[in-house]
């Protein structure tokens, strides 16, 4: 990682106060324009900042100042870091070491078969491929086809398990947002609008042709008195 000055303005503001070093060694130090750092002396720039000092940070060491301040021309240079901060990895396709990439094709065949919910994406992010690759392999196009056989990247070293699984819960997630088709049931919103008393008129046509039945049969009845009667 290039060593580079933290805080650059805040650095200035420190050297300006503290130290007896020209606007433009300060400015090629900190990265600033001479006229800025001479700003920042006036009070006109950098209000507010709290000045912080590099020697602290162990950016900048006493004698370095020294130096500078005795002779108007030297250029100041950061002091090397004891601590090494890696550099961030650029995002992209997983690099796979030469001895395990004939495993890849067998890894993919596992993760297409287990996981079918991973997309192409994801699987290339996993073990390092291409997505004409997983489309092959899928498609059972793959030159190497016959000879496939499903194995877990994770076994292979192609791949931790926590960067499965959190592949997994992603497209899992996604899943989730999908609705399934066909029918489903209705919102609360409509089923609240509903009528309860929509199927009433069948219960009442079913009562009226009870007392129907009820006095036909009490008409029958009231009828067999006067047949005797008349005999």
């Not at 002779?71 to 070491?97: A, F, Q």
């Not at 009562?207 to 009820?214: G, K, P």
Request: charged content about 30%.
């Amino acid at each position: 990682m290039a060593n580079t000055l933290l805080m650059p303005k805040a650095t200035a503001v420190w050297l300006v106060d503290n130290t007896g070093l020209s606007f433009d060694q300060i400015a090629q130090f900190c990265g600033l324009h001479p006229l800025e750092v001479k700003a920042i002396a006036d009070g006109e720039s950098a209000q507010g900042i709290k000045g912080m000092d590099p020697v602290i940070t162990g950016q900048l060491s006493r004698e370095e100042i020294s130096r500078g301040e005795q002779d108007i021309n030297h250029r100041l240079k950061l002091s090397e870091p004891k601590v090494r901060v890696p550099e961030t990895k650029r995002k992209g396709p997983r690099y796979t070491p030469l001895s395990k990439r004939q495993d890849r094709p067998n890894a993919i065949l596992w993760l297409v078969r287990n996981h079918p919910e991973l997309k192409d994406a994801q699987i290339s992010r996993l073990v390092g491929t291409t997505k004409a690759t997983i489309e092959q392999i899928r498609n059972r196009t793959h030159w190497n086809s016959a000879n496939l056989a499903p194995m877990d990247p994770v076994t292979l070293g192609l791949t931790s398990q926590i960067d499965l699984d959190i592949e997994v819960q992603r497209a899992s997630r996604n899943r989730e947002h999908i609705q399934p088709a066909g029918d489903t049931l209705l919102p609360a919103s409509l089923t609240e609008r509903l009528d309860p008393q929509a199927e009433a008129p069948r219960d009442e046509d079913a009562e009226l042709d009870a007392d129907a039945v009820f006095a036909k049969l009490s008409a029958l009845k009231g009828a067999e008195p006067d047949e005797d009667d008349e005999e």
